[in-house]
Each structure stands twice: as C-alpha cells, then as structure tokens.
C-alpha cells in the first residue's frame, strides 16, 4: 500500500471509530506503530484535528466532518457477499434491514460500478442452512438494540438439553455464528452464569428498561475461548482416537465440543482431547463415524456409546415394515 493510499485509510477509520489505537492501526495497514505516528502527524499537519489521549488511543475532534467517502467496486461486491450471507442466516427483519441498507449504497455507487453490482447480484447464492428451525423475525434487531443501549432482555427459551421452556431475563454481551446457527452469548440473571443461547430456540423477545454494565464481563471471544458457559450437564473429558481421513471432517465441531488438543499417533491416526459442555450430542454426533473414531476415555463414555450404538441396531432389527 502507498503512503498516499495508507494515510486516506487511517482517516476513514478514524471517522469510523470513537477512539482507535495506533497499535491496531498498525496490525490492519501491515506497518510499523513508528510509521503510524508519522503518518498521524501528517494528517495533523495537512488541517486534521486529532485527539490524542496518551495510553488509550487517536480520536478526531467532536463535531469535524469530512465529505463521505465513496466506496470502491470491490468493496461494493463484498457487501453484497455480506449480504447474500445474511439473508441465508438471519431472521427476516435483519434481512430487511441490510437490504435497505445496500440500496441506501448503491445510490451513490458511480454508475459504473452499480451495474458491476448489479450483475453479480443475479450471480451470488447462497443457500440456506437446511439445519434447525428460522430465527424468530424480532429476535436479532432487539439483541442488537440491547447491546447498543447495554439493556436487559426478556427471552422464552426452549432447552434442547432439559426440553423445557422458560422465561430468562439475560444481559447480552454478544451474538456469534458457528455450528450453522446463531447464538446469544449472555449473562442468566436468574441462573447468575454466562448462558450460551440458540436464536432459533428463542420463541419470544422483549427489551426491558433495565440496564447493566458490561465491562463487568468479559468479551464474547473471550467467554468462548475460555468456555465459561456452565450447560445443564457437567463438562466430560473426552479422549478419542481419530483416523486421519475423517480428521478433516471434525474441523467445523470443535469449538461446539469443547476441542482442547490434538496429538499425532501412528498408522494414520491422531488422539483428539475434548471437555465437553454437551456429552450427550457428542455421542450421538460421532457415532456417525463409526469405525474411524475409538472413544478411549472414560469408559462411561464409551460405554453409553456402545449402549447407544446397540438400541439404535436392535430399533432397526425389530421395525415391522407394513405392506401397502
């Protein structure tokens, strides 16, 4: 990137953010912290007002506005990418609303670039997941105004795990995407614990005019990465023995099952260790593997599995098929 190029991107991400640090700014542009103070004070030198607060970060000054940036072609694409992803994942109100967000940009696309987008709009798909139930139409809008207002949320609940409904008052730190659906990260007033909610189990959501604090909880990255969701049941240790043709399949169930390590073994195999918050779809999960995964510990695990694995045969052995 020319210097030009990297110091017109320091601005728009300035203009986009209330506070940023040189730091960060550093690891998006690939330059040094060094280069990014140079080029902070020839924003400075050319009119620019910059805050800077030492320790915390660059701002600039309330009340400065630059005319709006127009957004190249690639970027344009990319959005609509965004876009097809979306209205494949979310719930129809957000589908809306990113809809009549990408119209509100492709009125000030130049021409040319309106018609490239619209080209390729005919030529994206994206299909949506055929797992688990919609997203209720309300339940993503109101999760987003809860975080941007720090507001406590009434949910009815449905626990797969417990297959019970219940009311939760919550305090949403985050919404994530993984394992094909949408989640609510939050804090359980009632079960004072981090909760890890599914959308799609959400029957009814109301805002309530309650706030909170979220500095009080650690980051959504940081909740998942550290598994702090206490579940229904007891984290398992899980070790399993996995054959390397099947290793490539288990990439996208990791973090689902609480992944910890792996460790290469020989004659093609590879010992995988688990804390599972969710033992019981674990099981059924890799009993679709069958002979290609060994369950080595513990042996209550493996032996629910063969359990498992013998009244689903004796189900099918004894099935009485009715002639039409």
Known sequence: MKRLERIQAILIVLQSRTLVRAEDLAERLGVSVRTIYRDLRSLEESGVPI???AGVGYSLIKGFTLPPVHLTADEAEHLLLAEKLLAATADESTQQLVSGAMDKIRAVLHSEDRTSVEYLEHRLLVQPTPHGSP?????????????????????TYFSNSTQTTSERLIEPLGLAHYAQHWHVLAWCVGKAGYRDFRADRISAVSLTDSQFVPSRHPLPADLMEQRQFHEQEEPLDVVLDVHESVVPMLT?????????????????????????TYPQYFLRYIIGFGATIRVISPQRFREALADYASSVEKHHRDIVVQSS
């Open 135 to 155: 997203v209720e139409h309300n339940v993503i809008p109101t999760i987003l105004r809860a975080l941007r207002t720090s507001r406590r949320v009434r949910i």
């Open 51 to 53: 805050a800077a607060e």
């Open 252 to 276: 996208d169930i990791r973090r689902t099952y609480g992944f910890l390590r792996e460790d290469p073994l020989q004659h093609h195999w590879q010992r995988m260790y688990f804390r599972s």
